[in-house]
């Protein structure tokens, strides 16, 4: 076991109470992530995206929620993970999209023709062979144009295979389906990857936003991405926006998108469905 192996001498806290609660609790939870499309326990919220520039809102990204009867509420950020490694992300992933889209087909439906729909995908339904004609279908099937969908990447798509990584971005880019590069700046992210591939937007991750302030640091992180992107041909998009000066620097940085709980945080469909004719433009 190289695991056993690497902590050398310390071989023995390999079976530490610590590592076998986490295990026991990832068992339990894929077990229980099992029966949950079909308990009907997963569902999504959707957070609202506004373009700085007029305030208005352009979309929502959506986001996974799992309520079990036992284990309560559980983050995305600890079931994403277990479903990753089981193979369950699959069918989940699959789920995601059709609903995601589901949902916008509704609101296109009811006039709000203007509105996209961010998905975020794992890089196992990224080289599932058939994302890109499951995602045309569905286009046809919820009367949406590709535009108005954006599916979300993040850096470890490309690790294993890059090549194979750009020729399924161009698949998806000739449809006119929308990419993003989700939490830059967070990865392994190689400046050469980003012009190698046809991605339309560039989310900032919030670790760069949390404690921006005019001077520091991040200010400079900040700017240099907005630059980059710019330069690029890609818009930026903010994410973890909670305060005024966030949103007021990031506005004159000339950032083109923001997202979060200044904002709003993600909403369930009825709620959201609210939102869109009740924002106030800020
Ligand atoms: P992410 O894609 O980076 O999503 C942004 C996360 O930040 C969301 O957490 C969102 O609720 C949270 N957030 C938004 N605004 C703010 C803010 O102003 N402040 C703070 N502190 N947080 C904010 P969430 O919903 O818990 O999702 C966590 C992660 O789980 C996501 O990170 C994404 O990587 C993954 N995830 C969620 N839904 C899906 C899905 O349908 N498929 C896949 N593959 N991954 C998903
Ligand atoms: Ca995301
Ligand atoms: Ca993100
Ligand atoms: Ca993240």
Redesign the pocket.
Known sequence: MYRAKALGRNAFSFFTPALQTHYVRTLEIENALRRALELDQLS??Y?PQHELATGRLLGF?????WQHPELGQV???EF?PVA?NSGL?LP??DW?IEQAMAQLGRWHAAGHTWLSMA????AA?FNAPDLAVQVASLLRQYQLPAGSIEL?L?ETIAMQDPDLAVSIMQQLHQQGIRLAL??FGTGYSSLSYLKRYKLQTL?I??SFI?YLSATNDDAAIVNVTINLAKSLGMQTLA????TREQLDFLRRQGCDIA????LS??LPAELATTYITSYEVF
């Open positions: 999504l919220n957070q990204e959506a986001l996974l929620r983050s995305p950020a994403i990753e992300i989940i992933g995601v998905i975020n995908l794992s339904q979300e993040t989700d939490d989310k991750d919030q949390r994410e973890g926006v909670e997202q979060g709980y200044l945080r993600p």
